[in-house]
């Protein structure tokens, strides 16, 4: 494979191997065109020589590099290097979501939660975008140390599904979903499988199956029904765990259709632990009354078979509403299912399946027990509508609104006939003034941010409405401002903390401010606090950072300016003084500045230091003086020897110091000296100045006396 220091396309240089799977090896790299780490996944030998495999990668990889989200791995190129094959993805520093859960043991539902909300929202992204994963679990989820989850390894798992691997190389198979473990089709229901069970172990800390091998976990995906979470931990919220159930039904039709459904159950379960959500016709006993379809259901529903729905079902308008209801579940349960030529594998699945006979009769049970038990709740239902309706007609001049959570229904006969407005009054003052004007009525309850609690907030019929003796009106009674804590956003960048708020249902309004404790783009606070409670579309302002801030000072005038007067100059800017040095200055006067190293008016960053040059005063005029010299020393009556010579000493004597002139040994033929070849000289007085001549034959013996000296010297002042 790569090694530490070689080039991948004269652009990446590999640092260091920092992982390894089944199917690849991943290393961090350095990219020299952008000057930043990456992490690239390198296939492994056995895969890269299966052109089908690497074919399909390859496309799988490039339709993941268009997809670009806080909670996914970017994916930033890919190619080939002799042979091997690769993708360039984001540098995550941080450890996967299956050794987060080994370190920390089961998270609380709160943490659990956050999480799920990261994974499904960028789930959500590639779904819209027609990506499926096909291999979510905690090992393909990166918790950052900023504790932003990032899934990755997009395109690997459909080009491994697609041919014939080994199940050592496919990895876990506690994750997949049944039809995958059939070796069948599977789309974005199939991922919402793996988010179940992998919502499933962070409550739990553990899978939901085990086996001895492979073959044995996956037979249990298609035919052993979960242990709910709460049977192990009885904390676990209902509503988490109802979400959890539902999410991971055999049937894909069971499950939720759309990530975005399952996000919107998830939303609700940060205001409500405990709601109503998830809950679906298998996971309910038989015994259990009627559950209301919400309007937000009807209308994930209604968006799912509008984006996926692989059933559609028709409307015949001349039949009632029980039969297209009947007709709209055999269609569902009769479909003949087929599988898109792109999607089966080569016909090797993990493991033998049953008899088809079988299959099919256990099928049909199935299919007729939940038809059957469908159709007899909903003949119930009616049965029971009737009755109602009845016993409410024989007492309904006497019978008061019943005291019901949701709904209150009274029958009284309207004697006025037009409705009055009552959008705004107290529900007792409604409901007196209805019964007062003898008007039946059915009561309503839901949030609304225009209205006080116990509110009317609105009504079905018009204000001024001609009514009918059977005409029934709906009040909605204000619940109040619908509250959620708000999440914990602080640290996270202003990209990730907008999706987590906006996902909660909150406005983000953002403003920027610096920090020298905070990364650059990343929130410094928020208001209001985490865990607050707040009403949904309440606006949540972060302060993102901008960094440390570079603080700039303009640099005073400091000429003619003392040291001291100078240094207090600087520190008034936040400057600091440098280095002070000295020379003499004709213009300027000792001590005070005469430069300084940065021009003033100069824009510099604060705690600068500034160097300056201090006057030494005018430079000091030397006097010194300069002696010349004129006339002979003669020979007056000395007989040289053949031969020989004689030494002459010529010292000027200026007061107490002497300045040696001449010394040096002569010949007859030298003579007379000439004094006014001798170099004159610098003295530093001229006092008392006086010419010495001494002349020694070479034995030193003093003959002065047989020579003569006209030598004179004359003196001149010099300045400096």
């Not at 039904?249 to 959500?277: F, S």
């Not at 059957?372 to 008061?400: E, P, Q, R, Y």
């Not at 708000?486 to 907008?498: Q, S, Y």
């Not at 030494?647 to 004597?653: A, D, F, M, N």
Request: aromatic share 6%; with cysteine.
């Amino acid at each position: 494979m790569f090694e530490p220091g070689m080039i991948i396309q004269s652009r990446y240089e590999i640092a260091e191997e920092i992982g390894s799977g089944g199917m690849s090896v991943v290393y961090k790299a350095m990219d020299h065109v952008l000057n930043r780490y990456i992490a690239m996944k390198v296939l492994k030998p056995e895969f890269s020589d299966d052109k089908s495999f690497v074919s399909k990668f390859r496309m799988e990889a490039q339709s993941a590099a268009g997809l670009s989200h806080p909670n996914i791995v970017n994916v930033f190129d890919v190619g080939e290097e002799s042979g091997y094959y690769y993708i360039v993805m984001e540098l995550v520093e941080g450890i996967t979501l299956k050794e987060y859960i080994q370190q920390n043991g089961r998270l609380n539902y709160a943490t659990a939660l956050d999480f799920i909300i990261q994974i499904c929202s960028g789930i959500e992204v590639a779904h819209e975008h027609h990506t499926i994963h096909r291999d979510i679990k905690p090992q393909n989820i990166i918790v950052s140390k900023n504790g932003t989850l990032k899934v990755t390894d997009f395109g690997i798992a459909k080009a491994a599904t697609s041919n014939t691997i080994a199940s050592t190389a496919m990895g876990s198979v506690h994750y997949i979903s049944p039809e995958q473990a059939r070796g069948g089709f599977s789309d974005e229901r199939s991922d919402i499988y793996s988010l179940g069970i992998t919502l499933y172990e962070m409550l739990t800390g553990r899978v939901p199956f085990e086996g001895e091998n492979n073959v044995t976990v996956a037979l249990m995906h298609i035919q052993s029904e979960i242990i709910p979470p709460r049977e192990y931990y009885p904390d676990i919220p209902v509503g988490l765990e109802r979400i959890v159930l539902k999410a991971t039904q055999k049937r894909p039709e069971q499950r939720y259709l759309t990530t975005n459904a399952m996000l919107a159950d998830l939303r609700k379960i940060t205001m409500d632990p405990n709601a109503e959500v998830g809950i679906s016709s298998s996971m309910i006993p038989s015994n259990a009354p009627t559950i209301q379809i919400s309007s937000e259901e009807l209308n994930a529903i209604k968006s799912a078979s509008e984006n996926v729905g692989p059933t559609v079902f028709p409307v015949n308008h001349n039949r009632s509403e029980l039969e297209e209801a009947k007709a709209a579940l055999n269609s569902l349960y009769d479909e003949d299912f087929e599988y898109d030529d792109d999607e089966k594998d080569d016909g090797k699945p993990l493991f033998e399946e049953k008899d088809e006979d079988d299959d099919e009769i256990d099928s049909k049970v199935e299919k007729m027990i939940t038809i059957g038990a469908i159709v007899a709740t909903v003949i119930i239902g009616i049965i029971i509508i009737v009755a109602l309706i009845s016993i409410f007609g024989v007492f309904k001049k006497d019978k008061k609104p019943t005291t019901a959570t949701e709904t209150e229904v009274t029958t009284t006969e309207a004697e006025n006939n037009k409705m009055p407005d009552l959008v705004g009054y107290d529900e007792e003052e409604a409901i007196k003034q209805l019964e007062d004007m003898n008007i039946s009525y059915v009561i309503e309850r839901d949030y609304t941010d225009k209205f006080e609690e116990g509110k009317v907030a609105s009504q079905s019929i018009e204000s001024g409405t001609e009514l009918k003796e059977d005409d029934r009106v709906t009040l909605v009674i204000s619940k109040g401002q619908k509250k959620a804590a708000v999440p914990d956003v602080v640290g996270k960048t202003l990209e990730e903390a907008k999706s987590i708020l906006e996902a909660a249902g909150f406005e983000v309004v953002d403003d920027d401010d610096y920090s020298d404790e905070v990364e650059e783009n990343h929130v410094i606070s928020q208001t209001p606090e985490a865990g607050e409670q707040a009403g949904e579309g309440t606006q949540v302002k972060i302060v993102v950072s901008k960094g440390k801030e570079v603080k700039v000072a303009k640099v005073p005038d400091l000429k003619k300016k003392t040291v001291t007067e100078a240094e207090t100059a600087l520190s008034d800017v936040k400057l600091k003084l440098g280095n002070v040095t000295q020379e003499y200055s004709d213009s300027v006067d000792e001590g005070k500045v005469i430069s300084q190293s940065i021009a003033a008016g100069t824009e510099v960053k604060e705690d600068t230091k500034i160097d300056i040059t201090i006057s030494k005063g005018k430079k000091p005029v030397k006097t010194s003086y300069s002696a010349s010299f004129s006339g002979y020393i003669s020979n007056s009556g000395y007989e040289f020897p053949e031969g020989k010579l004689v030494k002459i000493s010529v010292t000027l004597k200026v007061g107490d110091t002497t300045y040696p002139i001449i010394n040096d040994w002569y010949d007859e033929a030298s003579l007379p000296l000439d004094g006014s070849g001798i170099a004159s000289c610098e003295l530093s007085s001229k006092d008392n100045i006086s010419l010495l001549y001494s002349v020694q034959d070479d034995a030193g013996a003093d003959i002065t006396s047989m020579f003569t000296s006209t030598l004179q010297a004359k003196l001149k002042t010099v300045e400096q």
